[in-house]
């Protein structure tokens, strides 16, 4: 185990459901991490939390919503999702985010859309 | 703008054989290089890193790469697969600024008993 837990492992949801993943490091790492994993596709950043506070925002759709309420856990919002929003949505954290030489992954929620 | 590449999607080769999983990249400034590997229904695991110094670095489970900056390349490598090697392995670049992790499209390994 890495230390990052992600709940639930899987997930399917019709277009207009609220739900929410969860994530929680037990590795005392200040930086926190959403990640999109789509086949054949780069993984793609969508969210970044340092010491609690949100650094990085790519671009992401606002029906996707994340919260960290503190450095152990992470949380992403999810309502009117798209078919095309189905993937592998992997939680990451690493000691800090500047510099960071080590990033420690989740096993991911397999999200399906409906 | 940072970029990796893996050519290949999928790498068969035969238990007991040397495998290389390849990678080039597109970096500002120096470069700062890792192989990660995921299992079946796993998060990704780290492999290894380059920051500096040798160009050929070891790492876990027997892995190693080698930095080759006049081609841009990182290619993963292993003298004699196993079985249970089996999995995706993602090449990653850290940009210069040091914040993010810019991944490749992963590469299937596939190793044959």
């Known amino acids: 185990e890495t230390g990052v837990t992600q709940t639930p492992r899987h997930l399917v949801m019709g277009m207009t459901n609220k739900k929410s993943l969860k994530c929680e490091q037990h590795?005392?790492?200040?930086?926190m991490y959403w990640y999109k994993q789509s086949a054949k596709k780069p993984l793609e950043l969508m969210f970044v939390?340092?010491?609690?506070?949100?650094?990085e925002n790519n671009s992401v759709p606002s029906r996707f919503s994340p919260e960290c309420p503190n450095s152990s856990h992470l949380f992403l919002h999810l309502h009117t999702l798209q078919p095309e929003d189905s993937a592998l949505y992997l939680c990451?954290?690493?000691?800090?985010?500047?510099?960071?030489?080590?990033?420690?992954f989740g096993s991911g929620t397999q999200l399906s859309v409906l | 703008a940072q970029s990796v590449a893996q050519p290949e999607d999928q790498v068969n080769v035969a238990e007991g054989n040397p495998l290389t999983v390849k990678c080039t990249y597109s970096?500002?400034?120096?470069?700062?290089l890792f192989w990660y590997v995921q299992y079946p229904n796993r998060g990704l695991q780290f492999l290894l890193k380059?920051?500096?110094?040798?160009?050929l670095v070891k790492g876990s489970y027997g892995f190693e790469a080698e930095f080759n900056k006049s081609q841009t390349s990182f290619h993963l490598k292993k003298p004699s697969a196993l079985v249970s090697d089996s999995a995706l392995y993602f090449c990653a670049v850290r940009d210069n600024t040091g914040n993010q992790f810019y991944f490749g499209t992963g590469t299937s390994l596939t190793v044959i008993p």
């Open positions: 990451a954290s690493s000691q800090e985010y500047r510099y960071n030489e080590k990033l420690f």
């Open positions: 939390y340092s010491l609690e506070e949100r650094v």
């Open positions: 970096v500002s400034g120096n470069p700062y």
């Open positions: 590795l005392g790492h200040n930086a």
């Open positions: 380059y920051i500096t110094g040798d160009n």
